[in-house]
């Protein structure tokens, strides 16, 4: 009866919280390798959070990556 209490909406998530910051960093990184002046103007306030984003996607790279590939097998076969 009240089962839907239960269980958590996809907004509150961890997992899915997790994949939307992966998603957002792997894309602003890419569109700021495509245009580099489009996040480069918004350094702060708050489109700022994009342009944190790709140096947090270029920086740290290597362990993104990883972070992405985890995700996915979690995604994929855990659920």
């Given amino acids: 009866m009240g089962d839907h209490l239960l269980s958590p909406s996809a907004i509150f998530n961890f997992q899915s919280l997790l994949t939307v910051i992966l998603l957002l ?7 700021r ?3 580099p002046s489009l996040l ?10 994009f ?3 790709a140096r947090i996607g270029e920086r740290k790279s290597p362990y993104v990556a990883v ?4 995700m996915a097998f979690s995604i994929l076969f855990v659920q």
């Fill in 25 to 31: 960093i792997c894309t602003c990184a890419y569109i």
């Fill in 33 to 35: 390798s495509l245009a």
């Fill in 40 to 49: 480069d103007k918004n350094k702060t306030g708050l489109l700022g959070i």
């Fill in 51 to 53: 342009w944190k984003c």
């Fill in 67 to 70: 972070c992405c590939v985890v």
